[in-house]
Each structure stands twice: as structure tokens, then as C-alpha cells.
């Protein structure tokens, strides 16, 4: 069944997918007849699809057309990622919804899906990376267009980040440590693993105040791990900072509370 196909399925390029579906050649390559166009390709609003070792993601599309005939449907919508992670939808499944925004333009929207506990799940790490957004569309007259990367997108791996500082409560002028650890998704066995060598900065946010501000940019250990001590001055949250990276997205630690003394 071509419905909810995920990352790893059935093959590893659109060519096959168009011969085990019977689709046409033409709609394995770029190409296309007549004076259709595709205006627009926006997935997941534009930001990038972050995947944990769990849940089930969700990320909408919308592919807006035009032709001077009207556009008819857009035949399937096609997340294709390092061989071999794709996911896919159709419109004759009932998985593509196509709408008009006027009498020669229409939006069709679906929603891909990507599971890492599916059976095939995510092959490796290498599926964090940038992901073409391949489409067939068709007009009322049988102009067609079909591109392999109508848009491109990223796949990240979902990140934690933790914070702790002790001792609680401290007096004035003494010492805190602060530690916490940076880990991400590894779908390799869909466990959670530390973030090796990144820069991540503690930030301080002072009691009655809404503004962080950093103290200082330390790097994650071999494990993830990250310590560092300051100085007690007054009362406020410490937290960790991470800005990401281009597989794995930013996140900040929950502010610790320290009160001083």
C-alpha cells in the first residue's frame, strides 16, 4: 500500500517508486509540458522536521500551482533524504488535498509522517541532513510539471539539555557548580545519547527579571556532560544554552532557581 509510506520504505530512489506505482517516467525525472507552474512549496511551515527516538512527526505541506486551465491534483508529494530515507503521500490514497485560490491557482496540503520506531525506522544518523521536496502536478489540460527538489528541508535529531546548580541555598561570595548535560536522538538504537565537544553557553537570569544573560561559553565532555563553577552574588536561574547545529536544532535547559544568601 502506497499510503503513510516512511523513512526506509520499499526503495531507495523515485525512479523506483514510479515504477513499482506505475507512474510514468517523466515523473521520475525533472520535466514537464505546457505552461503550469509551481509558485510555492512551504513543509512544516518552513521550519526544519525535528525527530525523537518515539513519537511519531508530523509535518504539513502545501504546494501551491497555477495554469490557465486550473490545476486538476497534485499527484504525490515525496520527502526524499540520503538513500535510503523518503516519505510519501499521495492524492488518489486521499492523502492530498487540493483547494483554489482562484480559477487558474490552487494549494494541495498533505501531511508526511516520520516514525522512528516504524519497523524500518530511520537506517542511521546520515537521515539528519538537508531533504529535497519532490511533486508531480497536473492541470485540467494535461499540462503537467514534476520537480525532484521543488524545495529542500531539514531533518533534525530532537535535543535535551538539563541544568543543575548546587549547593542550594548558598551564602554570598561562595562558589556554585553547575552542571547539566546536552544529549540527542540517536536512531541507530533509538536511545538518547550525549553531544560530544559543542559549545554551550550558562546563562544567568536575575530574580524579577525576564532577561538571561551569559556568563560564560563552555563545551560539552566526551559524554555530553557539561560543569563549571561561578561565583554566588544574588538570587536568580542559571541555565544552559545550546545554539545548534545543522543536524541537531537549539534548546535551552528549564532555569535552575539558586537562592542566595
Not at 198 to 207: A, H, I, S
Amino acid at each position: 500500500m502506497r499510503s503513510s509510506m516512511r523513512l526506509a520504505l520499499l526503495g531507495t530512489s523515485l525512479a523506483l517508486v514510479a515504477t513499482a506505482t506505475g507512474a510514468t517516467a517523466a515523473q521520475a525525472e525533472d520535466g514537464g509540458s505546457g505552461n503550469i507552474t509551481i509558485d510555492k512549496v512551504v513543509v512544516n511551515g518552513g521550519k526544519p522536521v525535528v525527530v525523537g527516538t518515539t513519537n511519531v512527526v508530523s509535518a504539513k505541506v502545501s504546494v501551491t500551482a497555477s495554469d490557465d486551465s486550473g490545476i486538476a491534483k497534485t499527484t504525490y508529494i515525496s520527502a526524499d533524504g540520503p538513500n535510503p530515507n523518503f516519505a510519501q503521500i499521495w492524492y488518489d490514497d486521499g492523502e492530498i488535498t487540493c483547494v483554489e485560490v482562484s480559477a487558474t491557482t490552487s494549494t494541495c496540503t498533505g501531511t508526511l509522517t516520520f516514525d522512528p520506531q516504524a519497523s524500518t525506522g530511520f537506517v542511521d544518523n546520515n537521515a539528519a541532513a538537508t531533504w529535497n521536496l519532490a511533486t508531480l502536478v497536473s492541470a485540467h489540460d494535461y499540462d503537467y510539471i514534476h520537480r525532484d527538489a521543488a524545495t529542500t528541508f531539514k531533518v533534525q535529531r530532537y535535543s535535551k539539555l538539563t541544568v543543575n546548580a548546587s549547593p542550594e541555598p548558598v551564602k554570598k561570595g561562595k562558589t556554585i557548580t553547575v552542571t547539566g548535560k546536552l544529549s540527542r536522538a540517536n536512531w541507530e538504537d533509538n536511545q538518547y545519547h550525549g553531544y560530544t565537544n559543542q559549545p554551550v553557553k550558562l546563562q544567568f537570569r536575575k530574580k524579577g527579571s525576564s532577561t538571561y544573560t551569559t556568563v560564560k561559553t563552555i563545551k560539552s565532555n566526551s559524554t555530553g556532560d557539561l560543569k563549571t563553577t561561578v561565583t554566588a552574588s544574588v538570587d536568580g536561574y542559571f541555565r544552559y544554552s545550546f545554539a545548534g547545529t545543522s543536524t541537531t536544532p537549539a534548546v535551552n535547559a528549564t532555569g535552575d532557581f539558586v537562592d542566595v544568601q
